[in-house]
């Protein structure tokens, strides 16, 4: 087999087997344990299929009319819209918090750099049901550390509900979120900032360039494609929120106004037993997590091949 | 000297009613299924829902299934909040579907009107028939048919502070509900200690399980069945009635939070030792009495009581006559109102490979020996025979005086959904600040009726 | 703003800058702020049930002790939920990072058909929500006989967490230049022998970097293992945590319990960070930046 190697980082030979053997394993492995539940939430989401379909009912043929329903439901177009929000929120908040922390860590010195570090690293490690039920406890509205030392500072916030008033849970899971997501982001800049060559910051300020010139002009080009891989990831993640959202609602709130896409497949699904409509809402949730990041993953895939 | 007589009267009872299943010449049920005591080399499965029942009774259970049948019975305990995911996915599956399992008697209907359950009607009479609770047996009926059967109940009382009610100036409990409600009152407005968002009654906005009993105490329902369908009656006459008393009771009486649900209703009435003797004017120590009275289920009173410690150190809770008390709450009839009734059902998976022994097991758990032990462990037996076992202080009696008149969510297929989509206690969290309930309660009517009969 | 000189070396001089010090401070707050519910678990989960529910919160462990863990543990049922994790994370880690390497090296280094839709799949499969496959996912197990196995759990496992791996490790491995091992060979070594001896220990950071994250995703899932392992005695970690969080017709919840329980969980993963985390760090500094 000749090889021919190109100027290039890639190696191509013809007709090779060596990526088909390579991938083979990965491609396996989905195959088995993600094909045939994809393709059953694709047929089931054209079914009406509910509890008595499980125990050995006929599911009959429905066609669109599961989207159909969706797609007339006010209720979903509010959930769709205020996921919308939210992760919009989330993801934004995440990366600006994320990477003011990765400059701090760039800049503060070693010994302070190593406590946040330990400290990211101890909050991103923590199981999330045992973050949940700690969260839940510092924001109740009774014996919540939160109204304690609000009510200890003087204002007015004894057994205040943080739950109760959709906006506020939402604040309080966006703050439960971001805490639990900022670590990962952190990491991952701070890594990329470090790549940055000094010299060339150290030029730039003794050309006179500011702080702001500096990050914007120097640094921001430089991380740019970990920034764009990291945001596309919280995205994805911060729409699909699931566990944080319904945990929350366990302690509190009106369940069906502050539901968000996760909790509503899952009310849907395990708790109405609707599969046929919980499946048409997940090929839903599916197809605009892909057509959000289209535009992204376009780009990333025109640089990954030049 | 005892147990070998009840034993020995439960084995005998035992073969009777096997001989007497066997010689009525194949009944004619639907599963025509008897039960049997060949199990030699065979293992069937029981599910058990979270801790309620007790271990020793478990082992007992296992024992005697062997000696019966010298098979092995094999236990495992599932957790409330996954049950229905894993009844969904283990029951249509034969392979590996447990053979006998619990289920909450507000599930049950779910599951029964979709067949996965076995019929057991055949064996109905022999199990305990008509002393059996009415009530549970109703959840797990469909078109006549047995499915499944109960298996323990609970209930709810109300528990309350005796020194802040005499505070307020009353000292003997309500005797119907007309008088809870301005009690209740009373003791909010006099607030005797001055703790700021005291309830005299603390009853979470959305714990519809407990406000419930408002609208059953003056005949209303959630839902009946109609001409073969169910619908919702929230708009009915008299359960517009409860919810009036309700809304004064939320707006007069009650401080907890609009989205407060059914959980640790206990915490608020119990003392801090902290701040003995102080008032909750001092921001930095409050109390956390919150409420004089508070509705929860029965299991609720371990840990209400007295702040102390105990030989290792830990903090521990004893309960107190003298500050303390219960009581069912009561109807305006003389008798207790109707509560939600706590508890579970049990049945044979239609899937299982083993009926006869899964019957043999269900035998033992209806025996006298078997529902006495359940009721000496604080769980309702289901044979109203035996509700004695449940002792006589003042929690065995205000459980036996609650639930003799307690009653179920409606049967309905879809209930579960109902239970899913929260829509209970959304509009629970509406009836306070409502200025027309007539018009909230045929809302909330439009939105459940649909969802009830949705298999 | 004097600069202090160090008398003894005197090489440098190191000035203390206000700046540093508002830096320090803030950096200070940062950390205590994240790790504020990491302490408050392991402070519950040395107070007792009681003593939580109390309306003054306690912020130190006085008077508590190790009743919880004890409570925790003796119920017998910790060692074979710990046991079985461990295993399954340990299978997980080895074939995801197995599979997901071959697949980076494929599509970092080869140009092959089918090589855009396969990223595109790997990309794609990960916007999928997971809460509706939990029947096909039972029933696929269910019929090949892998219910209540460790090897069941296993394979959904690393078909979840694949697909992001692949993404990481292509970054790492597209950062190392052919060119060192094409020096190699010149030198003599064969293909294989130069991709080990260079070009792997290179990799190892960012290895280790995707394990890290594998093994967390492993350690924690909930969903998949409630509905693939059926059975009491085939109990992951966190079903074995909830249990402890739902109250019954006996007893109400034991909060003090709960969070033993977690602590417990927490443990290990927490205990493997620290090990590991130097060698992260830098693996997130070669590979991400050309993530």
Same mark, same amino acid.
């Given at each position: ?306 | ?114 067949? =996965? ?280 009696? =205000? ?20 239970? =899913? ?35 | ?291």
């Amino acid at each position: 087999m000749t090889a021919l190697t190109s100027t290039r980082r890639t190696i191509r030979r013809r007709a090779s087997k060596a990526p088909y053997v390579l991938i083979l394993p990965a491609v396996a492995v989905l195959i088995l344990a993600m094909g045939y539940p994809l393709v059953w939430q694709i047929i089931t989401s054209t079914q009406q299929f509910g509890l008595s379909q499980q125990f050995g009912q006929p599911a009959p043929f429905v066609g669109v009319q599961n989207y159909v329903t969706l797609a007339t439901d006010p209720y979903m177009w509010t959930v769709i819209g205020r996921s919308l929000l939210f992760c919009a929120a989330c993801a934004g908040a995440t990366m600006v918090v994320g990477a003011l922390i990765a400059l701090l860590m760039g800049a503060a010195p070693r010994g302070v750099r190593i406590a946040i570090q330990i400290s990211l690293l101890l909050a991103w490690a923590m199981p999330v049901v045992a973050a949940m039920t700690v969260w839940n406890w510092l924001f109740n509205w009774r014996i919540g550390v939160v109204n304690w030392l609000l009510t200890s500072l003087g204002l007015p916030f004894r057994d205040h509900n943080w739950l109760e008033d959709p906006i506020s849970f939402y604040a309080v899971a966006l703050i439960i979120v971001v805490w639990m997501s900022v670590p990962f982001v952190a990491f991952s800049l701070y890594a990329a900032l470090t790549q940055v060559s000094g010299e060339v910051l150290e030029a730039a300020q003794m050309d006179g360039a500011s702080a702001n010139q500096r990050f914007w002009s120097i640094l921001v080009p430089v991380i740019r494609p970990v920034l764009s891989i990291v945001l596309l990831l919280q995205v994805i993640w911060d729409l699909r929120v699931f566990t944080q959202i319904k945990l929350l609602q366990d302690a509190g709130s009106v369940a069906n106004e502050t539901n968000l896409l996760g909790t509503y497949i899952f009310q849907l699904g395990t708790g109405s037993s609707n599969f046929g409509l919980a499946s048409a809402v997940s090929i839903f949730v599916l197809v605009l997590t892909v057509a959000i990041s289209a535009f992204y993953v376009r780009s990333m895939l025109k640089e990954d091949e030049s | 000297m005892k147990r070998r007589v009840w034993g020995a009267t439960a084995f005998a009872l035992a073969g009777v009613l096997a001989l007497a299943a066997c010689s009525t010449g194949g009944s004619t049920s639907a599963s025509g299924i008897a039960p049997s005591t060949n199990g030699k080399g065979k293992t069937i499965t029981l599910w058990l829902v979270g801790a309620d029942t007790p271990q020793p009774l478990r082992d007992y259970l296992k024992t005697e299934f062997h000696k019966l049948t010298k098979g092995t019975l094999n236990i495992e305990q599932q957790e409330w909040p996954d049950l229905v995911t894993k009844l969904t996915t283990s029951l249509p599956d034969k392979n590996n579907t447990p053979d006998v399992t619990e289920i909450g008697n507000t599930q049950s209907p779910t599951f029964t009107n979709v067949g =996965a359950f076995l019929d057991i009607s055949s064996q109905y009479k022999a199990l305990g028939g008509s002393k059996l609770l009415q009530s549970f047996v109703a959840a797990g009926e469909v078109d006549g048919k047995n499915y499944t059967l109960p298996y323990y109940f609970g209930s709810r009382y109300v528990f309350y502070r005796k020194d802040v009610w005499a505070k307020a100036g009353i000292t003997t409990p309500p005797t119907t509900l007309t008088e809870f409600n301005k009690d209740v009152a009373t003791v909010a407005a006099a607030n005797p200690d001055n703790i700021p968002n005291f309830s005299g009654f603390y009853l979470g906005g959305e714990d519809w399980r407990d406000g419930i009993s408002w609208i059953f105490a003056n005949g209303g329902d959630i839902a009946k069945k109609e001409g073969g369908k169910w619908v919702a009656t929230l708009d009915d006459p008299k359960t517009l009635k409860g919810l009036q008393q309700l809304q004064a009771i939320y707006k007069n009486a009650d401080n907890a939070p609009g989205d407060a649900q059914d959980s640790n209703q206990y915490i608020y009435v119990n003392d801090n030792d902290s701040i003995a003797g102080k008032t909750a004017t001092d921001a930095a120590t409050p109390v956390s009495l919150a409420a004089a009275t508070i509705m929860a289920p029965g299991w609720a009173h371990w840990s209400i009581g007295d702040k102390g410690v105990d030989a290792k150190g830990a903090v521990t809770r004893t309960w107190n006559d003298a500050t303390f008390g219960t009581f069912p709450l009561p109807g305006d009839n003389g008798k207790p109102a109707p509560v939600f009734a706590g508890g579970s059902n049990i049945g044979i998976s239609a899937k299982s490979k083993n009926p006869g022994l899964s019957e043999e097991l269900l035998k033992i758990m209806f025996s006298p020996t078997y529902q006495q032990m359940l009721g000496k462990n604080g769980l309702g037996p289901a044979n109203s025979d035996y509700t004695s076992s449940l002792g006589s202080d003042q929690f065995a009696s =205000a459980l036996i005086a609650s639930s003799s008149n307690s009653k179920l969510t409606p049967a309905a297929p879809g209930w579960a959904s109902v239970e =899913a989509s929260t829509v209970m206690e959304e509009f629970f969290s509406k009836i306070k600040d409502s200025t027309d309930l007539t018009a909230l309660a045929k809302q909330y009517d439009a939105k459940i009726t649909p969802i009830l009969n949705t298999k | 703003m004097t600069p202090s000189t160090s008398s003894g070396t005197g090489l440098r001089r190191r000035r203390v800058k206000p700046r540093t010090i508002i830096l320090s401070i803030v950096g200070i707050l940062v950390a205590l702020v994240w790790i504020f519910p990491v302490y408050w678990m392991v402070n519950s989960s040395l107070l007792s049930n009681v003593v939580l529910q109390d309306a003054t919160p306690t912020f130190a462990p006085i008077g508590g002790s190790l009743a919880n863990f004890f409570a925790v543990v003796g119920g017998g049922t910790f060692l074979p939920a710990l046991g079985m994790s461990v295993v399954i994370a340990a299978i997980v880690v080895a074939f995801c990072l197995l599979f997901a390497f071959l697949a980076a090296l494929a599509i970092s280094r080869f140009r092959f058909r089918g090589r855009r839709g396969f990223v595109l799949a790997i990309l794609f499969i990960q916007m999928l929500p997971a809460e509706g496959l939990f029947i096909a996912q039972y029933k696929l197990m269910s019929s090949i006989g892998l219910l209540n196995s460790v090897i069941g759990v296993s394979v959904l496992y690393v078909a979840a967490v694949v697909p992001f791996t692949i993404w990481m490790l292509r970054g790492f491995v597209a950062g190392i230049p052919l060119e060192l091992e094409e020096a190699a060979m010149v030198d003599g070594l064969s293909r294989t022998q130069a991709f080990f001896r260079i070009t792997f220990p290179l990799l190892a950071p960012g290895l280790i970097a995707s394990g890290v994250y594998t093994f967390l995703q492993a350690w924690n899932e909930f969903t998949i293992a409630l509905v693939v392992l059926p059975s009491d005695a085939s109990q992951t970690l966190p079903l074995w945590l909830r249990g402890f969080i739902q109250a019954s017709a006996t007893h109400a919840t034991d909060w003090g319990q709960v969070m033993a329980a977690s602590t417990l969980v927490a443990l290990p993963v927490i205990i493997f960070f620290l090990f590991v985390q130097g060698r992260m760090t830098s693996g997130l500094v070669s590979g991400a930046v050309k993530g």
